[in-house]
């Protein structure tokens, strides 16, 4: 998540100080990512130090800040630039994100000891359940009946959560098979490796 283009996404709408950025955002995607507000400034200082945003500056004042005393921030041409370039340029894929879970499932496979199938069931359920909230909150609340800008976007993201559990429980779901299918096909190689012994240990029951 880009934390830098979000925050010059929204000094678009005019500016602001940190606290009211941080709220801003939030309120934009339903708290699902939710921002420290030391986060907020320590991406402003750097958004200031490449020229991206500056400090207003009030008429007669000598320095940036309004009447409660913060300091408040405003989006340059430079920063209005890497905002229409962002919203223009697909996010890529060719380096996805890491994914904890995926990152989990590998490496359970590969080390000893590891109950693969308790882990996927587990997942599976704590994944189910979150599914249920998700669609809970689509049903009910703002998100139900977007009246406005914000809650639209909330609604937006809510579909996006609902999308990706869905496709995660599939996943899982393939995992499992395919685990299975892992297990029956070593059982029948451990068959095939092994010699048979039958003829040589069986008693002799010639007539002699």
Same mark, same amino acid.
């Given at each position: 998540?880009? @934390?830098?283009?979000?925050?010059?996404? =929204?000094?678009?709408?005019?500016?602001?100080?940190?606290?009211?950025?941080?709220v801003?955002?939030?309120?934009r995607?339903g708290?699902?990512?939710?921002?420290?507000?030391?986060?907020?400034y320590?991406?402003? #200082?750097?958004?200031?130090?490449?020229?991206?945003?500056?400090?207003?500056?009030?008429?007669?004042?000598?320095h940036?800040s +309004?009447?409660?005393?913060?300091?408040?921030?405003?989006?340059?041409?430079?920063?209005?630039?890497?905002? #229409?370039e962002?919203f223009?340029?697909?996010?890529?894929?060719?380096q996805?994100?890491?994914?904890?879970?995926? @990152?989990?499932?590998?490496?359970?496979?590969?080390?000893?000891g590891?109950?693969?199938?308790?882990?996927?069931?587990?997942?599976? #359920?704590?994944?189910?359940?979150?599914?249920?909230?998700?669609?809970?909150?689509?049903?009910?609340?703002?998100?139900?009946?977007?009246?406005?800008?914000?809650d =639209?976007?909330?609604?937006?993201?809510?579909?996006a959560?609902v999308?990706?559990?869905?496709?995660? @429980?599939?996943?899982?779901?393939?995992?499992?098979?395919?685990?299975?299918?892992?297990?029956?096909?070593?059982?029948r190689?451990?068959?095939?490796?092994?010699? +048979?012994?039958?003829? #040589?240990?069986?008693? +002799?029951?010639?007539v002699?």
């Amino acid at each position: 998540m880009s @934390i830098r283009q979000a925050m010059l996404a =929204l000094l678009e709408d005019g500016p602001m100080y940190g606290y009211q950025l941080r709220v801003e955002f939030e309120q934009r995607t339903g708290s699902t990512w939710p921002l420290n507000v030391g986060q907020v400034y320590t991406t402003l #200082s750097r958004l200031e130090r490449d020229g991206l945003v500056e400090q207003v500056v009030g008429e007669g004042a000598d320095h940036a800040s +309004d009447d409660a005393g913060h300091v408040v921030y405003r989006v340059t041409e430079a920063g209005r630039g890497e905002v #229409s370039e962002w919203f223009t340029t697909p996010v890529p894929r060719t380096q996805p994100p890491r994914d904890e879970l995926a @990152i989990k499932l590998a490496l359970a496979v590969t080390v000893r000891g590891v109950d693969v199938g308790t882990l996927i069931q587990r997942q599976r #359920s704590a994944t189910m359940a979150a599914l249920q909230d998700y669609t809970r909150l689509k049903r009910s609340g703002r998100a139900a009946t977007p009246d406005q800008p914000e809650d =639209l976007a909330w609604s937006l993201v809510l579909d996006a959560l609902v999308f990706d559990a869905e496709a995660e @429980i599939r996943w899982l779901d393939h995992c499992e098979a395919r685990l299975r299918r892992a297990a029956v096909d070593g059982v029948r190689r451990d068959a095939r490796s092994t010699p +048979d012994t039958s003829a #040589s240990t069986a008693p +002799d029951r010639s007539v002699r």
